[in-house]
């Protein structure tokens, strides 16, 4: 009875195996004059439910092959631009199947491509755009475009919503070719529903300054354009869901359109406490960087020590509040406007705790800090860009912004020295406290012309202006403890209030000629003029009762102003695989400074050679190589060059440097990305190479009681090397990446 039972199921899982073979199709695809057609794209679907079952692209010599096919019955689809599409029967069963040459006839209209209702071509690839077909991937009713984008071969979707397509991030989602809200690509991905889109268009997209005058300078951004159904280009369309759970945390999220011919208009807004921002908090976060006393150009806090801030709002718990309004409107086909504002308010609550190792001459000390932070900021930002076309030579744009903000932070936070001997050498308890607002006003005016007579030649003008405005006020009280539970126990108590004003303008002027050669090669004269100029001040007041003293020492009133001029030029070089750019600038640079408080005047000038190279070669569909070198300078800030010394933290001093110099920067960049269309595979290589003459970098000692002096200093040659290899394929058998 036991030999039946072992040999009956020896044979029903025989019969199994039997019946979960998989066999491969495949054939060659070509037009009438046996010419291989490169990237048609092959689809396989079940006639039982008409549902997608595999698809692909032909490879250089036309050929697929569809691998993993269970037995069945199928429709093969075959689809090329210009051609009409070629459908088939298939059956399959045991054995692989090869369906050798499949004719494909040119279609007999001149239109770019076959529409054939009913069918789903998953991919197109036309020139240097891939495109797919949104109705091919399905997804849920409620599910928004980042869903959509998860499904489609060879793009990612990472945890926090940033994009790569063909292993390049994405860096601008358009929305039927026209700007979502800005620039950030998560506004469109995580609140348009997915059911709206059409079709997913993925290429490389050449600067404005490239697409306007034809001449190729080798920058480009990867770009997601989404278009829109037809039914939703007309009338509105959105989404909404919200959930609650434990611990009263609490989620909700809306977005509704309404489009129509030349006019788009969105609303979006979200509300959770569950550490999710659904948009760009770029304001917040520059906002935080001026709590307590906006950091300098070496790296030190002005006003409240070392207050730890978050550098992104994943950290603690996280109240977010924030809402939108985006308005593109075509007034004709030479004239558009687009509006967008927002509101975003956030409350954070960061608890922290962490242990410092110190390495010295003479062996290690140990800090324990401990700090709780409390920050709520609520900003507002308004945006238009207006586009008009003169004629078909010339245009103008004109764009500007102003946000607004205020918020407050509170900050209480303990550490404790300890020797190598465990031996506490230091106390320091702290608070912070601070209310700030600030206001951002910006505006530029682009003009571009094209003149006739000769291709290409133009002339191109910019100048913009921007000025910010940010006050801060706050309360500043430590207690430090030197020599703790020793006879020699020294007590420094702080109690001070700050009042801080920055006021900053900078405008710019830019122009340049391109003058065409002959055969693809351009010359460019280019000039551009830029000033910053700076009024700060710092009053601290030292509370003693109910008074209080200023503190000539550590308040501050200073007048900066810096200003450049550039001048250059540059050859270009256009070929239909490759581009090559060789500029050469030369600038002249003036820095100066009036310390008013201390009675001092800093006067730095400086000239600089700056070349730049780039060459960007394509080596196939999806395939190329990029090379940038560049050179910059930075100037050190005035806080850096000035000679006196900062005591606002008893235990962490700073000091200027008036000597510095100027840092001169070598960067250089090899990018190699290869994306087989075929077989959806991603190898991407990445080397950055940076090397700084008079790197300007903070010098730190300690003395003998522990207390940190930081002093900015130049240091010959600094180098810093980056690389990243990433290769990404899918495993189909088992349905994983």
């Keep these: ?154 793009i990612e979707v990472e945890d926090d919503g940033n994009i790569k397509a063909q292993g390049e991030d994405v860096e601008k989602v358009l929305v039927d070719g026209k700007e979502f809200f800005g620039n950030d690509p998560k506004i469109a991905t995580r609140n348009l529903p997915a059911d709206a889109v059409d079709k997913v268009q993925v290429y490389d997209r050449k600067s404005d300054m490239a697409e306007f005058t034809g001449i190729d300078d080798g920058d480009r951004e990867k770009t997601i354009n989404l278009e829109l159904r037809d039914d939703r280009k007309k009338g509105y369309f959105g989404t909404a869901g919200a959930g609650y759970g434990s611990d009263e945390r609490y989620s909700a999220r809306m977005s509704l359109s309404r489009f129509n011919k030349g006019l788009q208009v969105s609303v979006i807004g979200l509300m959770n406490n569950i550490n999710e921002q659904g948009f760009s908090f770029d304001e917040y976060l520059n906002f935080m960087g001026g709590f307590g006393g906006l950091m300098s150009g070496g790296g030190r806090m002005r006003v409240g020590g070392d207050v730890p801030i978050n550098s992104g709002l994943s950290n603690g718990f996280v109240d977010t509040g924030a809402g939108g309004i985006n308005l593109n409107y075509d007034f004709s086909e030479k004239a558009d406007i687009s509006i967008n504002y927002f509101v975003n308010d956030i409350a954070n609550t960061t608890e922290r705790k962490g242990t410092t190792e110190n390495f010295l001459e003479g062996g290690s000390y140990f800090t324990n800090e401990r700090s709780l932070q409390e920050s709520a900021n609520t900003s507002h930002r308004f945006n238009t860009r207006f586009n008009l076309e003169l004629d078909s030579t010339q245009n103008i744009r004109v764009e500007s912004s102003f946000s607004l903000s205020e918020g407050m932070l509170d900050t209480e936070s303990n550490s404790d020295l300890v020797n190598a001997d465990k031996v506490t050498e230091l106390n320091s308890a702290r608070l912070f406290a601070s209310q700030s607002n600030s206001d951002d006003i910006s505006g530029e005016l682009t003009y571009r012309k094209r003149f006739r007579g000769r291709n290409s030649r133009n002339l191109t003008l910019n100048a913009s202006l921007n000025t910010t405005s940010r006050d801060i006020d706050g309360d500043n009280a430590a207690e430090n403890i030197f020599d703790t539970g020793t006879p020699s126990e020294v007590v420094e108590t702080l109690l001070q209030r700050s009042v801080q004003n920055d006021d900053q303008a900078s405008y710019s002027v830019r122009t340049s000629f391109v003058e065409p050669l002959k055969s693809g090669k351009f010359l460019e004269f280019s000039y551009r003029r830029q000033n910053y100029d700076n009024d700060w001040l710092r009053e601290v007041y030292d509370v003693e009762g109910l008074n209080e003293i200023l503190n000539n020492g550590l308040s501050d009133l200073y007048n900066r102003n810096f200003t450049y001029d550039r001048y250059g030029v540059g050859f270009h070089l256009n070929t239909e695989k490759a581009s090559v750019t060789i500029e050469g600038n030369y600038q002249a640079s003036r820095l100066f400074g009036d310390i008013i408080s201390d009675g001092v005047t800093i006067e730095k000038r400086s000239k600089s050679f700056l070349p730049r190279f780039s060459w960007r070669q394509e080596l196939g569909t999806s395939h190329g190589l990029r090379f940038t070198y560049q050179t910059s300078v930075r100037e050190p800030s005035l806080e850096q060059l000035q000679p006196t010394v900062d005591n606002t933290d008893p235990v962490n001093l700073y000091i200027g440097n008036p000597d510095l110099k100027t840092e001169y920067r070598h960067r250089m960049q090899l990018r190699y990305f290869k994306y087989d269309q075929f077989t959806f595979t991603t190898f991407f290589a990445y080397l950055a190479t940076t090397i700084t003459e008079d790197k300007i970098t903070n010098e730190r000692t300690i003395d003998n009681r522990f207390r940190q002096i930081t002093r900015p200093v130049n240091v010959d040659n600094d180098l810093g090397i980056n690389s990243t290899v990433s290769f990404n394929t899918p495993v189909r058998p088992l349905g994983i990446k």
């Design 1 to 154: 009875m036991k030999r039946f039972v072992v040999t009956l199921l020896v044979l029903l899982f025989t019969q199994y195996l039997v019946g979960q073979q998989k066999i491969d199709v495949g054939g060659t695809v070509i037009d009438s004059m046996q010419v291989p057609l490169v990237s048609a794209t092959v689809v396989l679907i079940s006639q039982a439910d008409s549902s997608l079952v595999q698809f692909g692209l032909t490879n250089g010599q036309g050929k697929f092959k569809l691998r993993s096919i269970s037995a069945g019955t199928y429709s093969l689809q075959v689809t090329y631009l210009g051609y009409e599409q070629n459908v088939r029967t298939i059956i399959t069963k045991n054995e692989d199947i090869d369906l050798g040459e499949i004719i494909m006839k040119r279609a007999l209209n001149a239109l770019e491509e076959v529409v054939v209702k009913g069918e789903h071509a998953p991919i197109m690839v036309r020139k240097d755009t891939i495109e797919y077909n949104a109705a091919a991937f399905k997804t849920q009713p409620n599910e928004v475009v980042e869903d959509l984008l998860k499904r489609l071969p060879g």
